[in-house]
């Protein structure tokens, strides 16, 4: 496997994605959004709603917290148990957009000929579609958690004069964002591979990414404890995971596939 | 020098559909033309060769490497699809870029080699355009440059001129006759049998998936200009009495006098017979043309 071939494929196809800003657009776009929108929406409601929320849903760190201490464990709650799983998923749900294009576009736009008849081996551009998704949905998971982060922390200072942000779950929450993104992107790649089109793919996608909504959903319905055994446990089964599916995408994985 | 491409016993099936059929094949240097009707098996034939497809039976070498599985093979090789298969939303220059790196060839002579290319079919001047602002016939131009990037020993051209206007199918054809010299395979897919009259190479023909001849573009003429019709037009009108006593059937749109005629011939020899006897009767003959027979209609016996 040559790594250069494997860079000019991811290349070619953020620079095709980068091409025109209604592609481009609203995928960095709302997930950049929610980063900004989400914290604001946050202090209002730790203010004004936190003790009446706490009652209603028994969030324990709230309801234990002194009632002149509810409004900041509300906002410590919520920026890290639900909003960190909303800015790590959000990105790779975008993402998996440029996924589902990858082969399915290459088909469709029968494009697949020409890149087939060059020396790319099935691994260098399996990797190389993988990667073109892969790397758009880290970066703005990187930059979606730092503005968060800082609106957050901006926020929770000039109004309870601390800094919430970063705690080691927290920062673990970013770490997992490359193993939790890989799998889905592996999939959806494979599957582009095998559909007739774009709209097919993008089809099958949008059920494939549901289950990444049980992270913020299960967070803030208390079933699961974003805590940093358990993020240690996500990321290392995350990762387990992500290897033996590549080696499974790689198996039935058929060059052939993208031109029939 | 070792045989480019060897092809033994090759069946290609989609399904229930059989697109190759016990295809066996060896190429010569220079141009092979391979000619065809639609559904001949013409494209799936090259995808074999490429590696695009993987055989249902049989073999495909190619330097005796099998390049659906031997990656590095198709180094050697490029194919020109029939569709220009270029990068929409890509400048001219990034899509050359993005192939000529993939052949593992430096910035500066993929710039350099394809810049040559493209100034000869006048093509330069789209170089930092986007493929989707351009042209079909512009694009197959840019899709034929791609495709010589490489020096490629094996090209694969899927009617390459299929888009063009006359002068750029002249300086492809032109370009492929050089090309072809230089010790190099070249297979060269066509349904247009004006196309193969321009080369004087091997021939192979092509019919529901199987090769049913193997011939060479000088003795198309046999089959083509078998029980086929010619039209020749006349300097001045000619009297309906002097074509009948050329001895052979006719058909003409006048009566009395006509301008042109379409003959009946045997074969090609007939030409010169019928044109001889018309002139010795006086009728001076401005052109003749042969009427193209369907594709479909070589080598079933015309």
Known sequence: MKLNKVYQVTWKDIKETFSSILIFGPMFGIPLAFAVILPVLSLYIAVHEAPSIAAAIKIPNISAALPAFKSIAFMDYFSINILGPITMTMPIITSAVIAADSFAGEKERKTAESLLSTSLSKTELLLGKIFASFLPAVIMAVIAFALYGSIVNYLSFQQFHLFILPTLPWLLMLAAVPFLALAPISIVVLISSHVKGVKEAQQLTSLLVLPLLVLPFASLLGLASLSVSFMLYLILFLAIFDFVLFYVSLAVFHRESLIN | ?302
């Open chain 2, 1 to 302: 020098m070792e045989t480019a491409i060897s092809i033994k016993n090759l069946y290609k099936t989609f399904r229930k559909t059989v697109a190759l059929d016990n295809v066996s094949f060896i190429s010569k240097e220079g141009v092979n033309i391979i000619l065809g009707p639609n559904g001949a098996g013409k494209s799936t034939f090259l995808r074999c060769i490429i590696g695009l497809y993987k055989p249902s039976s049989g073999s495909v070498s190619v330097f005796g490497k099998r390049p659906y599985f031997d990656d590095e093979i198709r180094d050697k090789m490029s194919l020109l699809s029939d569709n220009y298969a270029l990068y929409d939303f890509l400048t001219v220059k990034q899509n050359l870029r993005f192939f000529g790196n993939l052949y593992k060839l430096k910035d500066n002579e993929i710039f350099s080699k394809s810049k040559k290319i493209l100034k000869e079919m006048d093509a330069l001047k789209f170089f930092d355009r986007k493929v989707v602002e351009l042209s079909r016939g512009t694009k197959q131009k840019i899709a034929f440059c791609r495709a010589m990037l490489n020096d490629p020993d094996v090209l694969l051209l899927d009617e390459p001129t299929a888009f063009l206007d006359a002068s750029s199918s002249e300086w492809i054809r032109n370009f492929i006759l050089d090309y072809g010299k230089k010790r190099k395979t070249i297979l060269f897919v066509t349904q247009k049998l004006d196309e193969v009259s321009r080369f004087n190479s091997r021939l192979i023909i092509m019919r529901e998936g199987k090769i049913v001849e193997d011939t060479t573009t000088y003795y198309i003429y046999n089959d083509i200009m078998k029980s086929s019709s010619i039209l020749i037009r006349f300097a001045r009108p000619v009297a309906i009495s002097v074509l009948k006593k050329a001895g052979y059937k006719f058909d003409s749109m006048e009566s009395k006098e006509v301008s042109s005629a379409k003959f009946y011939i045997n074969n090609y020899k007939d030409v010169n017979s019928l044109v001889g006897k018309l002139i010795k009767n006086k009728a001076f003959v401005l052109g003749i043309d042969y009427i193209e027979p369907l594709v479909e209609r070589i080598s079933k016996g015309g």
